[in-house]
């Protein structure tokens, strides 16, 4: 089945720190995944595709296909990117996108 | 220039009511999708369409749910007979080309729907 998960609804960090937001997929193809960010009253929209290897606002994401995972990373987190991130799954053929539950990420000053 | 847009923003019904959800995509995108948003939850899909035709409808979730694209452009989402677990943020995306998972989607701002 093709499924995507995001284990943490709620990711609280300090400005400067790190940050991890964890995405783990299950597909039996070869995967092509996203990384959507939503800031507050705005609308859904692209941060990065992992076929780009792209690096949008400081973040990162690799995709590591022995561990299924998609990560979504930057070293110094600012309060700007306080929002609600989803990874999502490009199901293929059926042209669609499967999203995980998301994270919400705060960052405190 | 403008980006997808939905109307209404917001809309509250009872229950049993029938509703309408209109999204006016991105000038020239060939493909449209719906997602439905449930609280806490990521977007589900519901529908594609690539043109006028939908191509994969598999994420209705019932027959009270229908969506149409008459030109090309504007889709109606249509939903009879409204339950409260209807309630939820109605997503509209349009993207310029059929394999457009490559591309991304441009989403719209969505339409709340409260069914009481």
Redesign the interface.
């Known amino acids: 089945a093709q499924r995507?998960t995001?284990p943490e609804?709620l990711l609280s960090v300090f400005k400067g720190a790190p940050v991890e937001l964890k995405c783990n997929y299950s597909y039996s193809g070869s995967p092509?995944l996203?990384w959507y960010v939503q800031y507050s009253r705005q609308?859904?929209?692209?941060l990065l595709?992992h076929?780009s290897r792209e690096s949008i606002k400081g973040f990162t994401a690799d995709l590591n296909k022995g561990e299924t995972s998609f990560h979504l990373k930057k070293p110094f987190a600012q309060e700007e990117d306080s929002a609600m991130y989803?990874c999502?799954l490009?199901?293929?053929g059926?042209?669609?996108?499967?999203?995980?539950?998301?994270t919400r990420l705060a960052v405190h000053p | 220039g403008a980006?997808?847009s939905q109307t209404p923003s917001n809309k509250v019904t009872e229950k049993g009511k029938y509703v309408e959800l209109r999204c006016d995509p991105i000038s020239g995108h060939t493909?449209l999708?719906w997602?439905r948003q449930s609280l806490?939850?990521?977007?589900?899909?519901l529908i594609?369409f690539?043109g006028t035709g939908a191509?994969?409808d598999?994420?209705l979730p019932n027959d009270r749910f229908f969506a149409v694209r008459p030109e090309g452009s504007v889709s109606t989402l249509k939903i009879q007979r409204t339950e409260r677990g209807d309630s939820a943020v109605y997503?509209c995306a349009s993207s310029p080309m059929?394999?457009?998972?490559?591309v991304?989607?441009?989403?719209?701002?969505?339409t709340r729907l409260t069914v009481l």
Do not use: M, T, W
């Open positions: 995507v995001q609804k092509e996203f609308r859904l929209q692209l595709r076929i989803y999502a490009f199901s293929g059926y042209n669609k996108l499967i999203f995980g539950a998301g | 980006g997808v493909a999708y997602y806490g939850q990521g977007p589900e899909f594609y690539q191509a994969d598999s994420g997503l059929e394999a457009s998972g490559r991304g989607k441009f989403f719209g701002p969505g």
